[in-house]
């Protein structure tokens, strides 16, 4: 790699300070599975290195009254084996079992996963589908925002310069919401999307309308995507198989997915199609079984 | 690490001891000890390497315990005082002339100590059968993992950084990617001449044309098989040092360390007397380390430093510099009779050459002697062409052409039984080899047990039972 | 900047460039050479080491970050008598061919089956997803850690 300095700023304020000081030059170090190969292969214009993975203000999964906050700088191992995520946002534990590889989640981090803002984040569905907020921080001081208002861009973020991401909220009245994940990848281990959806929803009293349906895909859009038109359609509908039928469709019209070396755009539209349904249909059963 | 108490430890002594009765001599295995290790390790011989007759015993590999020990010595795990790394720049494109090679900002960089072109390597060719490869190209190249020019410097960052300073300034040639393109006559002729094909190969038994004619069927079916890397988990690797004695001493991850020097002999203009070259445990070869890659070039940027040189190719430079399998288009055509005899075959075999020719030449016999099938066929006619490509070196992997046309004559077999209404089974027993067989090119086949195996693995694995 | 950490339970340092990953701390100044680099990018494994008990792809980790931490290499696993019951299950399976794939594997298989004795097949197939293995079809590699995680609960202590 070419030469950098390191420096592990012992609060978040300092943190942003240094990275306002030196400008273009700096660049925050989470957990490196996705930056450190980016300076292997980079022209080295990076000079410093701001590594905010053990920040205290970043750290943490915590029930708070407002819902359960989760620092920035979790990695996707901590994620998988804390109680509190298993009991309460079991895909979020599901997505993050996605992630590469046991080594990886070892120090990936979910902030890394947002920040970084490929389509294919493997951990921005299932948070979109719980109406998860982020709270970034900066010179200016903090700011809050629903996830979607998070991605702008492939590999742009809506943080401006100098701002990081602290910490992700699920909403406490999304806690327990039915709610399933699922990712295509090539392989069953160290793949990237080819495509990724979560899906949740309520049944109301009767057990037969869906209330406040969601679905989120990835891989098919520019960012990690909410479905609104096919939230619409659902809100309020039956939960039959003709009306998720119709959903999947409307799903696939929504997303826009490419054509690469790893699928066709063609191929990627069926499994959307297929993972939509089964999504919608995996969360209505666990909706049932409550 | 955690202590134990006696009983727990004599418990556990018991239980491994009857675990281990197959080897009454090993000692227990405890695990905990608060001694960190100190090598080298003296442990009790597996039993089964100790007893005579060793055949039917279960062995161990001798070299399983270095490597789960972490101690087995792989090239880029040596290092000597002074060493040094070098790293090669790769092609920008396909085909072109190389008009110049600028190497003064490269040369200028602090921390370079040595730089290295085509031009510098006393006989800049070889390979194993045509020595049509350069080891450095001086004045075309032909594909992108081509070497064009290399640097050492103090640590591998700056040799990477002053790649990015040599000035190359090249006239783009046409590529021709395709080799059936590459048969034209209109095609670029990438070695000069006036074909692309380098290597070819006939067979040619009874009378195809008769027989295709009388057959009741005729099948015909192009069949293509894809490119492989080999993706050793060790990339290729190698350390060159020269003495003040003239002589050059180089570790590598060379799998043919005999055909080796010889390359380096005949590039460096050395006698054979003067050149050292040690191979150790290769972490991976697959037919993909069979031939030199950089050697002759750290021999000479070790000559020029007076230092030890190194280089380990990346990830990257494994894809498309280091030979990867030839891909195969195959047309089979194939007469059969009603009762499923094949009665006639009639092959033609073009293998994708890569730029150079590599293990072609091995590649291309052993593909057209098994591209019949391990069948009894009277009437054979193979014709197989290898060509030259502006693609990754196509040479040496597992297998060496007969998994290509396995894939094309087995795909047919079933193509046939089904168009036949027979049992692909039946069709395979039916052409089989059996003993006293002649193959392709008439060899008398002994040992021959296709029919007992394809008849014990069908009756393990329920292929009755599978049969829709 | 000086590093100093603690590797295999010995107290070390090393005076190395930020920019230096903990894999090259490892092999070229602490003399290492078992965690090997195999792609440099964190897909193949060949680098695992575990840090504070936790699997890690060393070319990931910055040495600057590793710090302050305990490391254990595949250095630190057999003792002056004894291999470790992960090596001795590796040896006897025959789950080493080449052997390059093999101290990330066993570092892998040592970070499942310190938290967890008896894995089921497909537990040793998500733990071992990120070492690749090109020679031995991974079969006999996952039948060794089924054997290591018997002699490990037998033994029940934990180095």
Redesign the interface.
């Known amino acids: 790699?070419?030469?950098?300095?390191?420096i592990v700023p012992s609060s978040a304020p300092e943190a942003v300070a240094l990275l306002a000081e030196h400008g273009e030059s700096a660049c925050p170090?989470a957990?490196?599975?996705d930056l450190?190969?980016d300076?292997?292969h980079g022209p080295g214009n990076i000079n410093l290195?701001v590594?905010v993975?053990a920040l205290p203000e970043f750290r943490g999964i915590d029930e708070t009254p407002d819902g359960l906050r989760i620092g920035s700088m979790v990695t996707f191992?901590e994620i998988m084996a804390s109680p509190v995520c298993r009991k309460m946002t079991p895909e979020i534990v599901a997505a993050a079992h996605t992630v590469?590889?046991?080594?990886?989640r070892?120090?990936g981090t979910v902030g890394g996963n947002l920040v970084t803002c490929v389509p294919s984040a493997d951990i921005a569905p299932s948070l979109m589908v719980l109406d998860a907020r982020v709270t970034v921080i900066g010179s200016d001081g903090s700011r809050e925002m629903p996830i979607e208002e998070f991605f702008v861009a492939p590999r742009k973020t809506s943080l401006q310069p100098h701002e990081l991401l602290e910490s992700i909220l699920i909403p406490k009245n999304a806690l327990g919401k039915p709610s399933k994940f699922l990712k295509f990848g090539l392989r069953?281990?160290?793949a990237l999307a080819l495509v990724n959806a979560a899906g949740s929803l309520w049944l109301d009293k009767d057990g037969k309308t869906l209330v406040e349906p969601r679905l989120a895909l990835g891989a098919v859009a520019p960012t990690p995507l909410r479905a609104t038109k096919t939230e619409a359609f659902l809100t309020g509908k039956p939960a039959t198989d003709k009306v998720l039928a119709e959903a999947a469709e409307i799903a696939v019209s929504e997303a826009k997915p490419i054509d690469d070396f790893r699928a066709s755009a063609n191929y990627r539209r069926q499994i959307i199609r297929t993972f939509t349904l089964r999504v919608l249909k995996r969360s209505i059963e666990i909706a049932r079984e409550v | 690490m955690a202590t134990r108490t006696k009983d727990v430890q004599t418990d556990t002594e018991e239980l491994v001891t009857a675990t281990e009765s197959r080897a009454p001599a090993k000692q227990p295995l405890i695990v905990p000890a608060d001694q960190p290790v100190a090598f080298p390790l003296q442990l009790p011989e597996f039993s089964a390497r100790l007893k005579t007759p060793a055949v039917g015993q279960r062995a161990t590999r001798p070299d399983g315990r270095l490597h789960g020990l972490g101690q087995t010595q792989y090239i880029d795990d040596i290092t000597f005082p002074h060493l040094i790394h070098a790293k090669v720049l790769r092609s920008a494109h396909p085909h072109a002339r190389i008009i110049s090679i600028d190497m003064s900002a490269a040369e200028a960089l602090p921390g370079v100590l040595a730089t290295l072109t085509g031009k510098e390597i006393p006989v800049n060719s070889f390979g194993p059968t045509l020595q049509d490869q350069p080891v450095l190209a001086a004045e075309v190249v032909r594909h992108r993992g081509d070497g064009v020019a290399a640097v050492a410097a103090l640590t591998e960052q700056i040799a990477t950084d002053a790649l990015e300073l040599i000035k190359v300034e090249y006239e783009p040639l046409q590529p021709v990617f395709d080799p059936l393109e590459a048969l034209e006559d209109d095609s670029p002729k990438i070695h000069g001449g006036d074909t692309n094909v380098y290597t070819s190969k006939v067979i040619k038994k009874g009378d195809v044309e008769k027989a295709l004619a009388e057959a009741d069927h005729v099948f015909h079916r192009q069949f293509q098989t894809q490119a492989v890397e080999h993706v050793p988990i060790e990339p290729h690797a190698s350390i060159a040092s020269w003495d003040a004695n003239g002589r050059v001493s180089v570790w590598s991850s060379l799998g043919r360390i005999t055909l080796g020097r010889e390359d380096l002999a005949r590039t460096l203009d050395l006698p054979q007397s003067k050149i050292r070259l040690i191979g150790t445990i290769v972490g991976g070869n697959f037919g993909g380390k069979n031939e030199i890659t950089n050697e002759p070039i750290l021999a000479m940027l070790s000559r020029k430093t007076g230092r030890p040189v190194k280089s380990v190719f990346t990830r990257g430079d494994e894809f498309i510099s280091s030979t990867i399998r030839h891909p195969f288009t195959m047309d089979y055509t194939t007469g059969v009779m009603n009762d499923g005899l094949i009665i006639a075959r009639k092959i033609r075999l073009v293998l994708d050459g890569g730029a150079y020719c590599s293990w072609t030449a091995t590649t291309i016999g052993k593909g057209s002697i098994l591209a019949a099938g391990p069948y009894n066929i009277e009437n054979l006619l193979v014709e197989a062409y290898a060509v030259y490509t502006n693609k990754t070196t196509t040479g040496a992997m597992r297998g060496f052409g007969a998994p290509q046309v396995c894939f094309a004559y087995e795909s047919q077999m079933d193509d046939i039984a089904h168009k036949l209404g027979m049992d692909p089974l039946e069709i395979r027993l039916k052409n089989a080899f059996t003993e006293g067989s002649a193959s392709p090119t008439s060899q008398t086949l002994q040992s021959v047990a296709v029919k007992e195996s394809l008849v014990q693995a069908s009756e393990r694995f329920g292929w009755k039972e599978w049969q829709r | 900047m000086l590093v100093q950490l603690k590797v295999n339970g010995e107290l070390r340092s090393a005076d190395v460039p930020a920019e230096t990953t903990l894999l090259k701390l490892l092999r070229e100044h602490l003399g290492l050479t078992g965690a090997k680099l195999g792609c440099d990018v964190g897909d193949c494994g060949t680098c695992t080491v575990i840090v504070d008990g936790e699997s890690v792809n060393s070319c990931l980790m910055l040495a600057a970050r590793a710090a302050g931490h305990d490391i254990t290499t595949i250095e630190g696993l057999a003792n002056a008598n004894q291999l470790h019951p992960i090596q001795h299950a590796f040896e006897e399976l025959g789950a080493l061919q080449c052997g390059f794939c093999g101290p990330g594997m066993i570092m892998s298989a040592k970070h499942l089956l310190d938290k967890n004795t008896e894995p089921t097949v497909a537990e040793i197939r998500d733990a071992l997803a990120g070492n690749l293995c090109r020679c031995t079809g991974y079969t006999k590699i996952i039948e060794a850690v089924v054997v290591a995680g018997r002699a490990m609960s037998s033994t029940d202590a934990r180095p």
């Open positions: 790699m070419h030469p950098f300095e390191y170090l957990g490196g599975t450190i190969v300076l292997k290195l590594d993975s191992g590469g590889a046991v080594q990886t070892n120090l069953n281990g160290q």
